[in-house]
């Protein structure tokens, strides 16, 4: 059995904003049985500054903050496995390294499964405490934790549709999530893809899928970004 208190301490003690454990053994997926959700805040101020758009500080966390979660990732996944678990960190390697370039169980799966969040109408994860301001990894286990979340199964978006009309490439469908719902029924990956492309050459000139104004005008995010006096 382990102590999901202990582990949580290590990686809240080397930066994780928020740490869940969850039951995925519904899927079947290669004998893990469970997972444990990470999250790393992106700074309120990075946030605050991409209004119109992405900006070098955006691009620049995104890549430290991947760097942090795979570190995180590996650290939990050692954890694990000197308790005799197995354990898959599904770092960014693991995804390079994969036939479909895909992590094995998606870090949105695992983070509803532990709890950290539900998707919203942006196809993102939506957590209560940062909004969708978060990125996410995850690590695949046989690990019986003592304490397992309540998964999430249905949309807290309610009746606000502030990502559907903000997105500047038209591609949120505004169908609300819930647990059965497919990515497609609530992006269009392409259209996401064609606009988020444009604005970051446009903006920052790389070429990279970077938006965030559905990170941005989330008012969950909003509330967050009040919390550290960045709005
Ligand atoms: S990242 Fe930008 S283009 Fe893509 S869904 Fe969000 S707001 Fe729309
Ligand atoms: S902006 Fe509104 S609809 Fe979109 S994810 Fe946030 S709460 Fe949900």
């Not at 997972?35 to 991409?50: E, S």
């Not at 539900?118 to 996410?136: D, F, H, M, N, Q």
């Not at 502030?162 to 497609?184: F, H, K, M, S």
């Not at 008012?219 to 919390?227: A, G, H």
């Amino acid at each position: 059995m382990i102590l999901t208190s202990e582990l949580k301490e290590l990686l809240y003690n080397e930066g994780a904003s928020l740490v869940g454990f969850g039951d995925i053994s519904a899927l079947n997926h290669d004998g893990f049985t469970s997972c444990a959700a990470l999250a790393v805040k992106i700074p309120a101020g990075v946030i605050a500054g991409i209004g119109s758009g992405p900006t070098r500080d955006y691009f620049d966390q995104y890549h430290a903050l991947n760097k942090k979660l795979d570190s995180l990732a590996e650290l939990a996944a050692g954890y694990l496995t000197e308790r005799g678990c197995k354990a898959l960190a599904q770092t960014t390697t693991t995804v390079a390294e994969s036939p479909g370039y895909s992590t094995p169980v998606p870090h949105k799966t695992c983070a509803t499964r532990a709890g950290l969040g539900w998707i919203g109408r942006s196809a993102l994860l939506v957590t209560k405490e940062y909004g969708p301001a978060v990125r996410l990894s995850s690590v695949l286990t046989d690990a019986e934790f003592d304490r397992a979340a309540e998964p999430v199964n249905a949309s807290l978006c309610g009746g606000c549709t502030a990502c559907t009309a903000a997105c500047p490439g038209g591609a949120i469908t505004g169908a609300l999530w819930d647990v059965g719902t497919y990515r497609e029924e609530l992006v269009d990956v392409n259209a996401c893809r064609r606009a988020a492309r444009a604005l970051a050459a446009e903006l920052i000139g790389e070429k990279i899928t970077l938006c965030g104004k559905c990170i941005e005008v989330c008012p969950y995010t909003k509330s967050y970004l009040k919390k550290e006096n960045a709005l």
